[in-house]
């Protein structure tokens, strides 16, 4: 029988390995494109009501938010100051950063343009931020170093459709690249949840199963209609003690290669229920970009958006 | 099998390039409990101070500061609106709900979750009272742009008690049981004020 120390040093080698082998470079760049187009429509989205929030004009001038925020933070505000020019930057870099991350044009300048639009306007009014704010800044962090390039890339795509010759004869795209940015993500979605499972461990009204219902109440998270038989004690309990479970289960199942589809499915299934129910914004969305760093391509589907000759890449079975 | 550069490397030396070779692991470990450090309870993990002293400034300055606690500890247990009331010059009172959510469209509801987000969980606070003048004078601009004449800008904040019992005629309960509301921030205008 294994030593507890063998145990743990087989554990530490093989995250290590899991870390530092090189992988598909599929699921980042599914990764990538979904998240930029969800940076778009959260741009979309808070557009319009921009110089309210942002601007020197807006609901917090520039001497109170100073008072407010504390610690250096990068942003576009460093080179512009307390200037409503910043409002048009963010936004150019928004658009120019969410096009470039959905469709893979220059994809790490284009998650330094998300990832600079979104602290920017993170440093400029944090009371305004939802969780999805939180994934978009994150996810286009670690996509500045992540390679992605050649797949699922609409000019790579452009340019095997229009020189099919040439792109047969180069080096296809998505060979293995170095997996570090898709591990840190991954392991960044099960701190989410392991964490926000444990925050709601503590608090009485969900440890007596009445959490969701009381949620289900307050009209300011109301959204679309649901049938009366989701609104007694019996299935807010079900729904208090399924998201705990599944908040609290899903970061250890997993990892558990013959669990991991049906906790991601199970997972979307939570997520989309919680946006018919409830009204917050795009944090459901923009969650489920990370579950596609968990998938496993098939190793001969298509890379790109247009067909190709050669297989995308070989990849080694999934840990 | 060694290698002659091998044999040659001493023990401090080959620990170093280990550690080097594994940079993406120690990278990716030490994110993870700066990240789990940062978002967790205080209570429950007591090298948070320790953690999050080291981590703080990276995390601020690079933007990857998070939390994960919507409706942690406990949800809330009342409904929350804020309104905005500005008295007219010629004595009428305009009346704006600026968070009541339900009153309106699926889009809308949407579009403006960032307004319940400011008003319901920020701007009615006592602890952000800072936030209450600012947001007055914006109103009071606003409102000339739109050919009023404010001589005072209240902030009223509202709320109704959810009942502890989970019945489905009670999710539709928010325009019957009764409301309450306090002003919370009163200011007069003056008449030259940013003419």
Request: aromatic share 12%; net charge positive.
């Amino acid at each position: 029988m294994m030593s507890p120390w063998a145990g743990i040093r087989r554990a530490v080698v093989a995250f290590d390995h899991w870390v530092r082998d090189p992988v598909d470079p599929r699921p980042l760049a599914w990764f990538r494109s979904w998240l930029g187009l969800l940076s778009l429509v959260n741009l979309w989205l808070l557009w319009p009501d921009m110089p309210m929030w942002l601007g020197d004009d807006g609901v917090l001038p520039a001497a109170v938010h100073r008072d407010l925020v504390g610690g250096t933070r990068i942003s576009i505000f460093m080179i512009t100051g307390s200037s409503d020019a910043a409002i048009g930057i963010i936004r150019g870099l928004g658009i120019a950063g969410g096009l470039g991350l959905w469709l893979g044009i220059f994809p790490r300048c284009a998650a330094f343009c998300a990832w600079l639009a979104a602290v920017s306007y993170a440093y400029r009014n944090m009371d305004i931020l939802h969780s999805g704010d939180n994934l978009i800044r994150i996810g286009s962090f670690f996509l500045m170093f992540a390679r992605t390039g050649g797949v699922f890339s609409l000019p790579q795509s452009v340019r095997r459709w229009f020189f099919p010759q040439a792109s047969s004869d180069s080096q296809p795209p998505g060979g293995l690249v170095p997996a570090w940015p898709q591990r840190i993500l991954q392991v960044q979605l099960c701190i989410l949840y392991l964490v926000a499972g444990i925050w709601k461990a503590t608090g009485p009204t969900w440890r007596n199963g009445s959490a969701v219902g009381l949620v289900l109440q307050l009209g300011e998270f109301q959204r679309f209609p649901i049938p009366d038989f989701f609104l007694t004690p019996v299935m807010s309990q079900v729904m208090t003690y399924g998201t705990l479970a599944f908040e609290l289960g899903f970061p250890l199942l997993v990892w558990i290669p013959s669990m991991r589809i049906p906790v991601l499915l199970a997972g979307l299934a939570f997520h989309a229920g919680l946006d018919w129910v409830m009204n917050v914004q795009m944090f459901q969305w923009l969650i489920t970009a990370y579950y596609l760093l968990w998938l496993k391509p098939a190793s001969s589907s298509p890379a790109s958006f247009a067909p190709r000759s050669a297989p995308a890449c070989s990849v080694r079975p999934a840990r | 099998m060694k290698t002659p550069l091998s044999s040659t490397v001493t023990p401090p030396a080959a620990l170093l390039q280990g550690i080097l070779r594994r940079w993406p692991t120690i990278l990716v470990v030490g994110y993870a409990l700066a990240a789990f450090s940062w978002t967790m309870p205080a209570s429950l993990f007591p090298p948070k101070p320790v953690i999050d002293g080291v981590a703080e400034g990276p995390l601020l300055l690079l933007g990857l500061w998070q939390s994960w606690d919507m409706f942690s500890p406990d949800p809330r247990t009342i409904d929350i609106c804020v309104e905005l009331r500005c008295t007219n010059r010629d004595g009428t009172i305009d009346r704006r709900m600026l968070s009541d959510m339900v009153a309106m469209g699926y889009y809308e509801r949407w579009q403006k979750d960032r307004w319940r987000k400011y008003f319901n969980d920020h701007l009615r606070l006592d602890d952000e009272h800072a936030l209450w003048q600012p947001f007055a004078e914006y109103a009071a601009r606003r409102l000339r742009e739109e050919g009023h004449d404010p001589t005072a800008i209240e902030l009223v904040r509202w709320w109704r008690p959810c009942d502890p019992a989970i019945r489905p005629d009670l999710r539709a309960d928010v325009r019957q049981t009764p409301w309450q509301s306090h002003v919370f921030h009163r200011w007069g205008v003056p008449r030259e004020w940013g003419r």
